[in-house]
């Protein structure tokens, strides 16, 4: 099969979102097998937008804008014969998809973990204290809030 040629098994397209180094992996092993690849981001200098596995789409930032994400990803998924894939490949987009779910689920379909595991995975505070709660060794770690914090707490790091 030749490059941009979609491969009859496919009829779902593939939507990436965020086009840096993990999204770029993604359309290129997507598109190698002949899977239709649309990639956004909201960085249009970013080296996804030039992949020949992709369609690339300049879209809303899921952080700042994300009502207007979730509206033009709704109108995107509208445009769309069947259901696109939902790839996510940051940790905004990650979020973005797991907080609205239940709209996009309309349109796409992806595999994440429940809401509660999704928060608990970007955030690493969430994930000490889980492994704090389950028995997990972690690195020991403190959150100052204030230059005080950081005067009470200095004494306690140990420097190898």
Known sequence: MRTGEVDSRYRNV?????????GVAAIRSLGR???????????????GFKS???TPKLCPDPVHRSEELLKFLLDEGGRLDRPGVLF???DAFVLFVSRHRSELSNWYRFALPS???VET???KRRQYDMAEEVGTPHPR????????????????????
């Open 14 to 22: 593939a939507v990436v979102l965020r086009l840096f180094d993990t």
């Open 33 to 47: 097998m002949g899977i239709p690849v649309i990639g956004m981001d909201t960085i249009p200098q970013l080296p």
């Open 52 to 54: 020949r596995y992709c």
């Open 88 to 90: 996510p490949t940051s």
């Open 115 to 117: 809401p509660d595991i």
């Open 121 to 123: 995975m970007v955030n």
């Open 141 to 160: 770690t403190f959150y100052p809030e204030s230059l005080e914090d950081v005067q009470r707490i200095k004494d306690l790091i140990i420097l190898r």
